[in-house]
């Protein structure tokens, strides 16, 4: 999950903010004596931040947030988000805990908490949280829940859960990127050999290349014995991806 994703699905739920006319012939953000508005307009611009890449500003424009309104549980997500890009995994889990405290049910926190406790290594707490995500019927984008959460059951060797996750995160969207790369490897693993390449070539052309799907997408034509094809794809995982753990099994021709 990127950046802009997860800072675009927050600030869906925080909704837009007000802006009034200023006397003078300016603009003034939100209300003065509206603390809920004001944490709103702060959190939304702390999105943008994040977005660039500019945590700093965004930390600042959260603590601006929650000083006006310390019950905006989009704010502690948001913030979550961001201490988890700074590597501050402690804080990261602290937000997103916090968030939830206040709005337990709110289907984008408890998403990106869950995605949180994936990469910190604690795949089977993840699950939870996406469920719970999965749970609210008014959830915008449930096929980005069903796919993380088969990536993270692919990480704890759970093959049986995570092909019905991608499954079900394709059928909502069948372009889905990382469903339909994870599904690729689960088909290559089972030997279904047109299926995953159906699904990685699709992949390929809806997102740029990555070294994980080009090196699927060369064992999958090795084992064809498609062997130009087979070359295609090791010539673009060099260029590419030269110091990617997958080009380096590649050099030692560890394909499976």
Request: overall charge positive; glycine content about 8%; hydrophobic content about 35%.
């Amino acid at each position: 999950m990127n950046r802009r994703a997860a800072a675009a699905a927050l600030l869906l739920i925080a909704g837009c903010a007000t802006r009034e006319p200023d006397p003078s012939g300016g603009t003034i953000v939100g209300e003065v004596g509206d603390p809920r508005n004001r944490a709103r307009v702060h959190t939304e611009l702390a999105g943008a931040y994040y977005e660039r890449g500019n945590m700093g500003v965004a930390l600042d424009e959260l603590r601006q947030a929650t000083a006006a309104d310390p019950t905006y549980a989009q704010a502690y997500g948001l913030l979550g988000l961001v201490h988890m890009e700074l590597k501050e995994t402690r804080e990261a889990e602290s937000s997103f805990e916090r968030g939830l405290r206040l709005s337990p049910n709110d289907a984008d926190l408890n998403h990106n908490f869950g995605w949180f406790l994936c990469q910190s290594g604690r795949e089977p707490e993840s699950i939870k949280y996406f469920r719970q995500a999965l749970r609210n019927p008014l959830y915008a984008s449930p096929w980005r829940t069903y796919s993380a959460a088969g990536v993270c059951s692919m990480r704890m060797k759970n093959a049986k859960d995570a092909e019905e996750f991608f499954q079900r995160a394709l059928k909502l969207d069948p372009d889905e990127p990382s469903a339909l790369l994870g599904l690729g490897q689960i088909r290559y693993r089972q030997g279904n050999i047109d299926g995953a390449r159906r699904l990685v070539s699709r992949y390929n052309k809806l997102v740029s290349p990555s070294a994980e799907s080009l090196w699927l997408a060369l064992r999958i034509e090795r084992r064809s014995g498609e062997r130009v094809a087979e070359q295609s794809y090791a010539n673009q995982l060099r260029r590419r991806f030269p110091a990617s753990s997958e080009y380096q099994a590649l050099q030692r021709g560890q394909y499976d």
